[in-house]
């Protein structure tokens, strides 16, 4: 029952982001607008069978993919000023690879006190 209840919550946020938004790109900008808040609502309906610290590490990793969200966007929406759609949507994902890669050092490093 509850993925009926998250599914519809993410439905809606998806429409009511499309239709908000004033900008002619449309897509791009309630994809950019919706990610975060989904990431956000989805933490908090799963919260409730978590333990703290599987909470810190959903948490860690949901702020870090709903930036990565953005900067695929974003990296698209940017390159396709200069690069064919084709060509800006592969620097995107190089970019966005980069950034995982990134992120996995990140989280590989042990921070030693």
């Given at each position: 029952m509850s993925y009926i209840v998250q599914f519809a919550i993410g439905g809606s946020i998806l429409v009511a982001a499309s239709m908000l938004s004033k900008s002619k790109y449309l897509f791009l900008?309630?994809?950019?607008?919706?990610?975060p808040i989904m990431t956000l609502i989805n933490i908090s309906l799963q919260m409730k069978?978590?333990?703290?610290?599987d909470f810190r590490i959903t948490q860690k990793n949901a702020?870090?993919?709903?930036?990565?969200?953005?900067?695929?966007?974003s990296s698209i929406f940017l390159l396709t000023n200069w690069l064919k759609p084709l060509h800006a949507v592969a620097g995107a994902f190089i970019i966005y690879v980069f950034y995982m890669m990134g992120y996995?050092?990140?989280?590989?490093?042990?921070?030693?006190m």
């Open positions: 900008s309630g994809v950019i607008t919706l990610l069978n978590m333990n703290l610290a702020i870090f993919g709903a930036v990565g969200a953005v900067v695929l966007m996995m050092y990140f989280i590989s490093q042990k921070v030693s």
